[in-house]
Structure formats: structure tokens, C-alpha cells
């Protein structure tokens, strides 16, 4: 389609029937829909969000009454964790009702309610689809472990044998000894990559491929804009008694977003496949397959890069990741921190290590390392609170070729608790304001809630809420959505060339995005001290606008010269001369 046509945000809500969408035609053109490279997206668990209803549970007409907050913010896309029927041993990745909303957090109609909003708004939508594996409790697993003659039996992985079984290591090392558990039911050992809860889905099984692709199509005539497949890596590793590989998975990605857009020549694919940079470009099978990726290579690096104040860790990231093209098929979905472990496998051995105690918290048996490869904190946690380095490092994510994913909390400065088991740390309800006990989440008694409001530990430590940020000047939550509106005026970011402009002070990195004659400069300072830079910009000096930021500058000379305070930034365009 026409990249600027879906640009004025309006959307149509019927979209059965997909035209252009057939099985030749979808990919004729480069087909692909382009809103996603413009927007911003907010990722949010509908759970902890705002509960509206005061049962100690956010619910999706909590994320309706909170539309208006959003919309401040200047997202434009949200993505919604897993919602769906769970027993939330796994926060919702262990899925029961892949076509249900969890009845603790609302109903299809409420859903429903939401898209509308959203249309209204022109908002995007995406959500959660777990393909890999789905929770003990989803009938497809009771049947199967019920009765070995059952077709449902072949929708997952069994051995008799586990001894002589394919053994590897489990993805939560610390909880879960290997890929097997017993099932006294069916008297077999079944295979799961993930908890013991969470039984591997066999992909390779052409029945679950085709319940698979009907439940994401069940969600697209429901009015959503795509998915975030997650575990994209884990589901095409080898699976089961003989280590079994799918034998084609480029065609499982190619066939799923075949049907996809054949109902939705909008939707998109975005996947978590956090795997070794080289075979990243494998899962956009020259792009018949994901859309975007999630940028765990660009996570560890920019986060770790801003946290220890060097631009190396970015110098390497864009060595090493498949180029970002705006005319091509890889794409990225950046983001700072996320709903998990701040995830370091991809950074070089030393930094890791170096990573790993620089940033560790706790202590009293607390500890931030989780799976040994990560630190279950927030943002907040990795900056020491500091709001001039938090919205320093999302002006940089705003400005670096992907698609931003803004971390729900992260704009405000939430930290974690690290009182709480495992990832909860990092998942605490959103701090709507200061009111005691729930911080504006719930009305519910404390003991209710679906995990405790943060507000209690931490002695010293500033509790971010959006009620004394929202609308004050030079806050957090402001810096950031200044940001967020600088992004979405600068189509050049998604569209544009990118290239690297080497500058001198190892703590400032500066970019730059060229299209039709015009440039777009991005320099940010990494260090907590100010810096004065001489940035190459061929940019006729009357005609340079400020984009973003409040450095002083001067244009001249094919130069400009940035005086940048700690943790400073600046986003200037104009005419190439
Ligand atoms: C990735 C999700 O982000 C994580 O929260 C979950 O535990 C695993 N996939 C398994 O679904």
C-alpha cells in the first residue's frame, strides 16, 4: 500500500475480506504495511494497569478510562500482554483460552469496547500470541494427556523414554531442572523449553499450525492490528524425543502471514526472536515473514552503553545487527527495558560480566540476577533514579531506526521491587498517584491486589506517580512525551538513510537520517557532565530548526557546535545545502 496512506491515524473496523490480500498477491508489491515503522508503541499488562471495577485487578476498562493518559503521552500503538484465560503461573504467557479474555480482567465485549476507542483515537492495536506453548490447564493438553489416542495427544511433545530422550537446557535454568515432566496422567514425560506448566506446542503438527493461524485470525476480525509472537526462537529450535526441527520454518512464517493479511492487509508480525545476530535475517524471510523483530542486540547494548557513559556498546550493536533499511525487509522493534530480565547474553563476554555486578541490587537474600543472564530491575533501577539520564535514553530510543516500544512505568521512572518473586519485581501495578495504599491502581484492599502496589521499601528512594508529572513542566513523563511527539513529526527516522556522524568525547553519540534533501541530527550526551561538540551538519544555518532538546547550538561552517548539559540531547533538521 501507499506508505503515507495509512498516516492520518484513521483505520477502518470492518476489514474481513482483506482485497489485495490474496495468497499470490500479498506479497506482490513488497506489501507491506507501513504504519508500523511510524509508530510508537506502549506495551502494557492490562492486569496492572488500572482497575476500574475495584476487585484488585486492572481490567481493559481501565485501560479505556486511561486512554486520555496515552494519548498525552503521544503513543500510538498499544501492545497488550497475554489477557487471556490463565491460571498466571507464567503472568499470562501460560495461556488456558487462546479466544477468551480472563474474566478477572474483563469480557470479549469490553475488548471489543476497546478497539472502538481505539479506532476512534486512530490507534493501533497489537497483542500477545504465544504460539510455542500453551499452560497445563488449556483443554488441548487435558485431552491429550487424558487419552493417547486423542488427536490432541499430537499437539504436543510425549516420551516413554526419557533417559534416551533429547535433553536440553531449560529457558528458566534456576526453576526447572531440564525440558521434561512427568505426567502421572498420561504416565509420559512431556516436553517443555519454558516451565513445567508450559507444555511445547509440537509446531510441526500441520492440525496445530491450523488451530494456530485460526486463533490469530479469530483476533484480527476482532479488529486487532497484528501480534507479537512470542518465544519466535524457542518454537523452531528442535522439540521432543528426537530433537525434532521444523522442517521448513520459514514456510510456517511465510503461511501465517499469508493468513494474516488475508484478513487484515494491515496487520503486522512482530517477533520476540532473540537469537545469535546472524540468523536474525532468517525470520523475515526476505520479507514474507516478520515484519519487525524485537531488538535484544540494541537492548543489552544502548541500555548498558548509557548506563556505563560509552557510545562503544552502539558502535557494536550497529556492526553487528542486519542493517535497518528503510526500502528493505529487516526491521526492529526497539526498546530500553521490558516486562522481563534486562536480558545481557548479547553483549561481548566482559561486558556481561562487568554488566552483570555494575548493575546488581539487593541484598537481605534479594538479588536482582535472575537465569543467569540478567537483572530483574527497571530502568529507574539501572540510572539510579536519574530522570536527566531516563529521558535521555528515550529521546535516544525515539531517534534510533526501528520502531520505539515504550515500557509501561519506564516513562515515569517506576522502580522495581525486589521483594517480590522472580519478574513480579518488574511488574508492579502503574502508579497512577500518591493516594495511599494503592497509588491510584485499585480501590481494593491491599491484600487483594493482583501483585502489591510498590510504594513501601526502598527508604530514600523517589516513588514515581503519573499525578505529579503529567502536565508539569520539564518532568519526566513530559521530556518523555516531548520526545514521543518529536518522533512522530520526524518521518525521516523510519524513512530516511541512517548513518553513524563519529564524533570525539567517547560518552556523545550522534546520528543522522538524510531524505529528500533534508537532514535530521540526533546527538545525545552519555555522560552525567557537560560536553561541547563540533558535529558535521551541511545545513544552511538559517535554515536549521530544533526539533528536540534545549541545547544551546550554532550552526556554521558545515558544522554545528552543541553545548550539552549532563545527559543532554538535540535533535536539529534543515535543508542540505
Ligand atoms: C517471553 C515473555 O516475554 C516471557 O514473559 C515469558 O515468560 C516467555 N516468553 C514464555 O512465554
Redesign the pocket.
Known amino acids: 500500500m501507499d506508505a503515507d496512506a495509512s498516516g492520518d491515524g484513521t483505520r477502518e473496523r470492518e476489514r474481513s475480506g482483506g482485497g489485495a490480500s490474496t495468497a499470490a498477491g500479498v506479497f506482490a508489491d513488497g506489501g507491506r504495511p507501513e504504519w508500523y515503522r511510524d509508530a510508537v508503541v506502549y506495551s502494557l499488562d492490562v492486569k496492572t494497569f488500572r482497575d476500574s471495577d475495584g476487585d484488585g485487578w486492572g481490567d481493559v476498562r481501565g485501560v479505556i478510562d486511561r486512554l486520555d493518559y496515552l494519548d498525552d503521552l503521544g503513543v500510538d500503538c498499544l501492545w497488550l500482554?497475554p489477557f487471556y484465560p490463565s491460571p498466571l503461573r507464567?503472568?499470562g504467557?501460560?495461556v488456558a483460552d487462546y479466544r477468551d479474555v480472563d474474566d478477572r480482567l474483563g469480557s470479549l465485549d469490553d475488548f471489543d469496547a476497546l478497539v472502538d476507542e481505539l479506532d476512534e483515537r486512530g490507534m493501533r492495536l497489537i497483542t500477545d500470541l504465544?504460539l510455542?506453548?500453551t499452560s497445563i490447564d488449556h483443554e488441548w493438553f487435558q485431552r491429550a494427556r487424558e487419552d493417547p489416542e486423542s488427536e490432541y495427544h499430537d499437539y504436543y511433545l510425549w516420551t516413554s523414554h526419557v533417559e534416551e530422550a533429547y535433553h536440553t537446557e531449560n529457558?528458566?535454568p534456576e526453576f526447572e531442572d531440564g525440558v521434561w515432566s512427568y505426567d502421572e496422567t498420561a504416565g509420559k514425560h512431556y516436553f517443555h523449553q519454558?516451565?513445567w506448566h508450559?507444555p511445547d506446542l509440537n509446531v510441526a503438527n500441520p492440525a496445530v499450525q491450523e488451530e494456530l493461524f485460526s486463533i490469530a485470525e479469530f483476533w484480527l476480525d476482532r479488529g486487532v492490528d497484528g501480534f507479537r509472537i512470542?518465544?519466535a526462537h524457542?518454537m523452531i529450535l528442535p522439540k521432543g524425543h528426537d530433537a525434532h526441527r521444523l522442517e521448513d520454518p520459514q514456510g510456517l512464517f511465510r503461511e501465517l502471514k499469508r493468513r494474516v493479511r488475508a484478513v487484515n492487509d494491515e496487520a503486522v508480525l512482530l517477533a520476540?526472536a532473540d537469537d545469535e545476530p546472524d540468523r536474525l535475517d532468517f525470520y523475515f524471510a526476505d520479507g514474507e515473514g516478520f515484519d519487525a523483530l524485537f531488538n535484544f542486540v540494541g537492548n543489552s547494548h544502548v541500555t548498558y552503553g548509557i548506563g556505563v557513559e560509552d557510545v562503544w556498546p552502539l558502535y557494536r550493536m550497529f556492526e553487528v545487527l542486519p542493517e535497518p533499511d528503510p526500502d528493505g525487509h529487516a526491521w526492529w522493534a526497539n526498546f530500553l527495558r521490558?516486562?522481563?530480565e534486562w536480558n545481557l547474553l548479547k553483549l561481548p563476554h566482559e561486558a556481561l560480566e562487568h554488566a552483570r555486578e555494575e548493575f546488581r541490587q539487593g541484598g537481605d537474600g534479594r538479588d536482582s540476577w535472575i537465569f543467569g543472564r540478567g537483572h530483574r530491575l527497571r530502568l529507574a533501577d539501572l540510572y539510579d533514579g536519574d530522570h536527566d539520564r531516563i529521558a535521555m535514553a528515550h529521546s535516544l530510543l525515539l531517534s534510533l531506526p526501528g520502531t520505539p516500544i515504550v515500557n509501561s512505568g519506564d516513562e515515569i521512572g517506576m522502580h522495581a521491587d525486589l521483594d517480590l518473586p522472580e519478574?513480579q519485581a518488574v511488574r508492579t501495578p502503574m502508579r497512577w498517584d500518591g493516594s495511599e495504599p494503592n497509588a491510584g491502581f485499585s480501590e481494593a484492599d491491599p491484600g487483594d491486589l493482583v501483585i502489591p502496589v510498590d510504594g513501601t521499601g526502598w527508604p530514600g528512594v523517589y516513588q514515581a506517580d503519573v499525578a505529579s508529572q503529567r502536565g508539569v513542566e520539564g518532568s519526566l513523563f513530559e521530556r518523555v512525551a516531548d520526545a514521543v511527539r518529536a518522533r512522530r513529526d520526524s518521518p525521516a527516522v523510519s524513512r530516511g538513510e541512517f548513518s553513524i556522524v563519529h564524533t570525539d568525547p567517547t560518552e556523545v553519540w550522534a546520528h543522522r537520517f538524510d531524505r529528500e534533501g533534508r537532514a535530521l541530527l540526533c546527538v545525545h550526551n552519555f555522560s552525567g557532565e557537560p560536553r561541547e561538540v563540533v558535529v558535521g551538519f551541511d545545513v544552511d544555518p538559517a535554515d536549521a530548526e530544533r526539533v528536540l532538546g534545549d541545547a544551546d547550538y550554532r550552526v556554521a561552517d558545515g558544522g554545528v557546535t552543541a553545548s550539552l548539559d549532563g545527559c543532554g540531547y538535540l535533535w536539529l533538521r534543515g535543508e542540505r545545502r
Open positions: 500482554r507464567d503472568n504467557y501460560d504465544v510455542n506453548h529457558i528458566f519454558f516451565y508450559q512470542d518465544a524457542p520476540e521490558n516486562h522481563d519478574r
